[in-house]
């Protein structure tokens, strides 16, 4: 007998079976898909651990060469000697090498102290899993300061200052019309001192004057826009005695040395050029008739040098020196211009006897071309950075100075009261661009019961460049590098 449903049931099994096949077909491309995308995964997640790894790797590196630095600070070859790159195995705590990094090292140039580490990290296993990573170190020299002193220092009536500023003794930003303004971080190596009253390290007397000490240091962001600090560290200025005499070195080494002139001292004319005049300075001009040493200042005299009658003879023209140190000991006269040159000058008598000591004067303009860290000039003076009597009405001084045991300043030049001590005796402005370091309270204007004297306008401009490219050899605050900056490099 014939069953009539076979033919049916044989289609339904058929449509069953195309079904199944169909569903299977997609689970295993979603399956497939599934595994593809989980080895995707791993793969991404293995490189991604690749990269943290080459990324730690690659800052071991900038940390390996921070303490390579810090035992070895003028070596910029790995202790190779030889130009690199340098190649490092990172290895871990059971001796497995995990991958490298490799160092470029780029030393400082003339006058700088700034080294710049790049760091590239490499994982074994993963060659693409690189990361690179930059950073920056320096020693700070005393030119992070726009003025720095030994002895106390007082702001005034429309004084506005840029750069950070230091004493040893106390600052004191005074209540004038208008009020005087520091726009970076003043500091104090003391707590607290007395200038007639007890004051704060750092004080004002600007309306909402500060109270006195012990009470709470009140905030004046109004006078103090970046700050106020203190007790820190002092400056170490009688240390700069040893700098000298390494300077000294360097310059008889291969840089510009001369002993004692003979003479009054020496005049240095820069130029353009990459050379300089330098004379023999024979005579200086004389005191007027009419001019009194009022205040008996030690020194006092009109640290001039005349232009006729034998007062200076020619020695030469000499090229600037290779590592750009010049040292005199004798007290030199300097002025003029430079282009594109880094120097360092220093007016020191060795053995150092106070009686002895050397200064170095201004009375003419002293400049730059660029104002882009190109142009950097330094003065050392183991006594005094002076300004004479017959200076230029208008001056302008660009450079780091520093007054190693004296100070930065110019003489009282005025007569008994009611007289003038010459025609030059007021003069108009002084304009410096750079820095200035004073073991004593430097001043150019003066006035007092018998007159004014000296520069009526004063503006000085902190060199943002000096902080860790100074001028060459420049004395430094620490011998241990800072990190300026690093970073992620593509």
């Not at 080294?115 to 020299?141: C, L």
């Not at 282009?339 to 000591?357: D, E, G, H, I, S």
Request: with cysteine; glycine share 10%.
């Amino acid at each position: 007998m014939k069953k009539p449903f076979l033919k049916k049931e044989i289609r339904e099994r058929g449509f069953m079976l195309l079904q199944t096949l169909v569903f299977a077909s997609i689970a295993i491309v979603m399956l497939t898909g599934l595994i593809g995308w989980a080895g995707v995964s791993v793969r991404a997640a293995r490189h991604a651990f690749a990269r943290e790894q080459a990324f730690q790797i690659a800052e071991a590196g900038i940390e390996y060469y921070r303490w390579h630095l810090a035992h070895a600070p003028t070596d910029y070859q790995d202790g190779t000697g030889v130009a690199g790159p340098y190649v490092h195995n990172f290895i871990d705590v059971y001796g497995v090498t995990l991958g490298q990094f490799t160092l470029t090292i780029t030393p400082p140039y003339l006058g700088s102290t700034k080294v710049v580490v790049r760091s590239v990290g490499t994982v074994t296993g993963d060659t693409s899993a690189t990361r690179k990573v930059e950073a920056q170190f320096a020693k700070p020299s005393i030119a992070k300061y726009a003025a720095v002193t030994n002895a106390r220092v007082y702001y005034g009536t429309g004084d506005e200052v840029y750069g950070p500023i230091h004493s040893n003794t106390g600052v004191g930003f005074l209540d004038g019309n208008p009020d005087p303004i520091a726009h970076n971080t003043v500091t104090s190596a003391v707590t607290t001192w007395n200038d007639g009253a007890n004051r704060f390290g750092v004080y004002t007397t600007v309306p909402g004057a500060d109270p006195a000490p012990p009470a709470a240091v009140p905030n004046r962001p109004d006078v103090f826009q970046g700050g106020r600090q203190f007790p820190v560290p002092t400056v170490d200025f009688s240390g700069m005695t040893a700098d000298l005499s390494a300077l000294k070195t360097l310059a008889q080494a291969s840089g510009f040395y001369r002993a004692g002139s003979g003479g009054s001292g020496y005049l240095v004319e820069l130029k353009t050029n990459d050379t300089f005049d330098l004379y023999r300075v024979n005579s200086l001009l004389p005191v007027p008739n009419n001019c009194v040493n009022v205040f008996n200042q030690a020194g006092w005299g009109t640290w001039s040098v005349g232009i006729t009658g034998g007062a200076r003879t020619l020695l030469g023209n000499y090229a600037f020196p290779g590592n750009g140190i010049m040292v005199f000991e004798d007290h030199v006269w300097v002025e003029g211009m430079v282009n594109t040159a880094r120097l360092t000058m220093v007016a020191a008598q060795f053995p150092v006897n106070v009686a002895t000591y050397r200064n170095i004067i201004v009375n003419n303009n002293l400049r730059y071309t660029n104002y882009d860290g190109s142009d950097a000039l330094g003065f050392i003076a183991q006594g005094n950075f002076l300004v004479g009597l017959a200076s230029a009405n208008n001056l302008r001084i660009d450079g780091a100075i520093v007054a190693q045991n004296g100070a930065t300043f110019r003489y009282y030049y005025r007569g008994p009261t009611g007289q003038r001590c010459s025609p030059n005796h007021q003069r108009a402005s002084l304009t410096t661009y750079g820095m200035l370091a004073s073991f004593g309270q430097g001043y150019f204007y003066i006035t007092s019961s018998q007159g004014n004297s000296g520069y009526l306008s004063q503006p000085a401009s902190y060199d943002t460049n000096l902080l860790y490219a100074p001028p060459p050899s420049f004395p430094l605050l620490s011998d241990q590098y800072q990190t300026l900056y690093w970073q992620e490099v593509k």
